[in-house]
């Protein structure tokens, strides 16, 4: 018996196949979970979803337009995904947008309110939105699994990482207090903090591009992360394997962040 059998997951953030979503839903499918998916309002954003997801092997996938920033959208999303699925085990946020202007080396001091705000929103409220509109159907389901994409800066000043390293700290705390609020229905709250992955997302963050070059010489296993690292342990985090596991940040970055110098 896989180790996913009968579960099934909501997966936030596919927008192509170099995407972490794409890694997780990948393994989360092998290990025998059923997928349903989101894309970013548009037929261009639709289309390269979709595309990614036929990828995986589903030839018929439900996929429906979220925006997160939008509580209607999150609101209308879970009521069709109740409508379509009898129950809701694993909920995979891996979202995050930040005005790439201020996404540069010697920028976070020039960073505009509305830029600020709009980061906190879509990168860290979101998981929050989503998390309380999941929550009754995964109730209902026993319990489950949400889990959310975080990243290094979040605890350490990553220059250029700017005000995603703000939203990302606000996204491990606000897991970590909805796990303190959803454990007496079963419901557990996770982050991953992933390595760095060449995506569309990690392309908006300025002086990246030493980064994979640093990690083959100081990261403990000498290499840099790949996507299916971070899918094993989504599966990890959604099945049984992690029942007691709730609250935690677990670093999935071949041992960088444990490297001072
Ligand atoms: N790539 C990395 O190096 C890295 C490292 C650690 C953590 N992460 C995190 O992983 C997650 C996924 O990013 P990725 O690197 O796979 O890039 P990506 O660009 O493939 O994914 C980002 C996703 O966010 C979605 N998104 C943005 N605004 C949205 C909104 N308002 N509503 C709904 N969806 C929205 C996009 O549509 C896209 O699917 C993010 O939280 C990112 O911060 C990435």
Redesign the pocket.
Same mark, same amino acid.
């Given at each position: 018996m896989a180790l996913l059998d009968g579960k099934v997951a909501l997966i936030?953030? /596919?927008?192509?196949e170099?995407?972490?979503?794409?890694h997780i839903a990948q393994s989360l499918v092998e290990h025998g979970c059923r997928c349903g998916f989101?894309?970013?309002p548009g037929e261009k954003?639709e289309r390269r979803?979709r595309r990614a997801v036929e990828a995986l092997g589903i030839a018929e996938p439900w996929l429906e337009p979220?925006?997160?920033?939008s509580d209607a959208d999150i609101g209308a999303v879970m009521e069709k995904f109740g409508g379509a699925f009898d129950r809701l085990d694993v909920v995979v946020?891996?979202?995050?947008?930040a005005d790439r202007e201020w996404l540069a080396k010697g920028k976070f001091v020039e960073t505009p309110r509305a830029a600020y705000l709009a980061a906190i929103d /879509?990168?860290a409220y979101?998981l929050l939105g989503i998390a309380r509109a999941a929550a009754p159907l995964m109730a209902r389901s026993g319990g489950g699994s949400v889990m959310?994409?975080?990243?290094y800066g979040a605890e350490k000043v990553v220059p250029g990482y700017n005000i995603?390293g703000v939203a990302?700290a606000a996204?491990e705390c606000t897991a970590r207090y909805l796990a303190a609020e959803l454990g007496e229905k079963g419901i557990r709250v996770n982050t991953i903090?992933?390595?760095?992955?060449?995506?569309?997302?990690?392309s908006a963050v300025g002086g990246t591009s030493d980064i994979e070059g640093h990690n083959l010489e100081r990261a403990p296993l000498r290499r840099n992360v790949e996507g299916s690292d971070v899918g094993k342990t989504a599966v990890y985090l959604a099945s049984d394997l992690a029942s007691g596991v709730t609250g935690e940040n677990i670093y999935v970055d071949c041992g960088v962040n444990t490297i001072g110098v």
């Open positions: 936030v953030g /596919i927008a192509n170099r995407s972490y979503a794409w989101t894309h970013l954003n979803t979220l925006d997160a920033a946020h891996s979202i995050a947008f /879509i990168s979101t959310a994409m975080s990243y995603m990302k996204l903090s992933g390595g760095y992955l060449r995506t569309l997302a990690s």
